[in-house]
């Protein structure tokens, strides 16, 4: 009878002690939940950050399409203002400072066109009086296009020299390229040809190795950058101190001249813009 008792006693205390681990398991938090939850704001956070790392290149291509679009409209005002039956070629859009807006006056004859291109803190109209005014807009360049009678004629414009034939003491421009170098009255000249184009630079005696830097930079240049394809010839003059830079080339019977480009090299962008 005492065995028995004994026995009893003991399945009851086992029932309750497995009743008591069962409610304890069971109010346990689950660790692996609380590891998921702690890892979920993190998860959300590296969503949010990779979100905000697609937008921002997004953002900069809507701006410099904006942009674009916008030259593209004031270069086609400018056509349009221009009233002129010569088959001329602007550019495809032009450097400008940020945050300001390309504009432009425009004058046309029988055979000549003449465009001063600007750059003005406001969204000016094309031929708007108020671009007289330096203090409101600043000069980018000059484009004067001309037509002549023929391309015989157009052709003689163009100051074309073959300057391995010319002479002059060579220098080693970079890209296989060889320049030559001729000097007088104070100024020295480094001149090379880029197919039927000719193209020199513009320096002082006291200052020659200037001349020979800017040349080196124009060849750099125009080893990724196309200039428009001369018919028949081409040719630019880059002057170290920013005050007679010219480029010229021929399209049949048009001459296309830019100037009034302080920047050497900025002339030749300005330049390979016209290409299309």
């Known amino acids: 009878m005492k065995k028995m008792l004994f026995i009893s ?15 304890e398991k069971t109010n346990e938090p ?4 609380e590891e998921q939850k702690t890892n979920e704001p993190n998860k959300s956070q590296e969503a949010h950050q990779s979100h905000e790392n ?5 953002k900069a291509n809507k701006e410099n399409t904006v942009a674009s679009l916008t030259q593209a409209s004031v270069l086609k005002n400018i056509k349009s203002q221009l009233n002129t039956n010569l088959p001329i070629t602007l550019p495809k859009g032009l450097p400008i400072s940020d945050g300001t807006f390309l504009t432009a006056t425009t004058k046309a004859e029988v055979n000549q ?3 001063l291109f600007f750059e003005s803190n406001k969204n000016l109209p094309i031929n708007d009086p108020k671009l007289k005014n330096s203090k409101t807009a600043t000069v980018i360049a000059r484009l004067v296009v001309k037509q002549y009678k023929n391309a ?17 003491q060579e220098v080693d421009l970079g890209y296989n ?3 030559y170098q001729d000097a007088g009255a ?10 039927r184009r000719a193209i020199e630079t513009h320096t002082r005696t006291d200052n020659s190795e200037a001349g020979v830097k800017l040349a080196k930079q124009a060849v750099q240049f125009l080893e ?17 101190y920013k005050s007679g830079s010219l480029i010229v080339w021929q399209d049949e019977k048009l001459v296309y001249t830019l100037d009034s480009i302080k920047e050497p090299l900025k002339a030749l962008e300005i330049t390979t813009a016209f290409y299309h």
């Open 113 to 115: 066109v003449e465009i």
């Open 54 to 58: 697609q937008q921002e290149p997004t």
């Open 30 to 33: 689950d660790k692996s939940q």
């Open 9 to 23: 006693m003991l399945l009851s205390f086992s029932i309750i002690s497995a009743c008591s681990d069962k409610e």
């Open 177 to 179: 390229i060889k320049g």
């Open 224 to 240: 990724t950058h196309m200039l428009p394809i001369p018919k028949q010839n081409g040719f630019a003059r880059l002057d170290v």
């Open 152 to 168: 015989k004629e157009a052709n003689e414009q163009i100051a074309f020299v073959n300057f391995s034939q010319n002479g002059g």
């Open 186 to 195: 104070g100024s020295l000249w480094t001149g090379w040809n880029e197919g």
